[in-house]
């Protein structure tokens, strides 16, 4: 199978990728006048990950100061396809980890690790952490292609805000299409995070919401994950992003939260979420758009058996 070769160290200290440009030459057949040089296709223009959001996703690997480094130009079909990845770029790259509520961390990437699934599964490739101090993290980005955008817990401890919100949450899941499956079987809250946006922006709140059918040998669940925002000094959220996964409880898509960020050259609220499937996952970029909604940018090829 040929091989993709991806020089990583041009790309991670050169992080300002060609843009799209969307503007269309005009017809000129004057041989005085000089011509536009062509614009180059974005590398991510199969993908949709953002050109300015940096040329990697690191994710923690198997052991403390492992990593895998998320390859966002790859599809499925693209990564099947790729025999060997060329790492040898990789020393002193720099790199900011993040995490869902504490401060982030620089960190190098220091050379590559283990690439090679031990069962013959689809994988990203991996590499090491080098300044690395041993904190808490869930991903990883080039250096100055985010900011932080601490993502807050509503625990078990109940509070009237959180009462309020997780009802919203319901209220919205409901609202998708419905499956006769799971008529009149009510939502709970799998999870409930909050983030405070600032500058009239308001709250946002993400949320699992999952309902379950206990029927023998084909238990199933469903699962809607919900963006919801209460903008200014509004008391009712709205729902702003819906997405629901349906299917076997051994075999069902499972979204968990990764983190957030500001992410690119005009900070823009992102959201990193993990699709977990039974033996395998990908990665999900949704950000907020201009209009307060938020969309489904990107998402990762498929790494699993």
């Known amino acids: 199978m040929p091989a993709i070769r991806t020089s990583f160290l041009a790309s991670l200290l050169f ?6 440009d969307s503007a269309q030459a005009t017809s000129d057949t004057s041989l005085t006048r000089a011509q536009p040089p062509a614009s180059t296709p974005s590398r991510y223009a199969a993908t949709g990950w953002p050109d300015d959001a940096g040329p990697v996703v690191v994710l923690p690997g198997a052991s403390v100061g492992e990593v895998r480094l998320v390859m966002p130009e790859l599809t499925d ?18 790199i900011v980890l993040y995490s869902r509520g504490q401060k982030s961390t620089p960190a190098t990437i220091e050379g590559s690790g283990t690439e090679d699934d031990p069962r013959g599964c689809k994988s990203w490739p991996g590499a090491r952490l080098g300044s690395y101090r041993g904190e808490a993290w869930s991903f990883g980005l080039a250096a100055d292609v ?9 625990g078990s401890l109940l509070t009237a805000d959180s009462v309020d919100a997780a009802a919203a949450i319901i209220q919205i899941a409901a609202t998708v299409r419905n499956d006769s499956t799971f008529a009149g079987i009510p939502f709970g809250v799998r999870y409930l ?8 922006g308001g709250r946002t709140i993400v949320a699992d ?19 919801a925002e209460r903008i200014g000094t509004s008391s ?15 075999a069902v898509r499972v979204p968990e939260i990764v983190g957030a960020v500001l992410l690119g050259e005009n900070r823009r609220p992102a959201l990193f979420v993990s699709l977990e ?3 395998g996952s990908r990665l999900v970029l949704l950000e907020r758009d201009p209009s307060a909604r938020w969309v489904s940018r990107w998402r990762s090829a498929y790494t699993g058996c």
């Open 193 to 200: 995070y909050r983030l405070e946006l600032g500058g009239g």
């Open 15 to 20: 992080l300002t990728a060609c843009k799209r």
């Open 77 to 94: 079909a693209t990564l099947t396809d790729t025999s060997s990845f060329e790492l040898d770029s990789l020393p002193h790259a720099e």
């Open 277 to 279: 499937y039974s033996e």
């Open 146 to 154: 985010a900011r932080e955008l601490p993502l807050h817990t509503w």
């Open 236 to 250: 009712r959220y709205r729902g702003a992003y819906r997405e629901a996964q349906t299917g076997r409880e051994d």
């Open 209 to 227: 919401a999952v309902r379950r059918i206990n029927t023998e040998a084909n238990v199933r669940e469903q699962h809607v994950l919900v963006i």
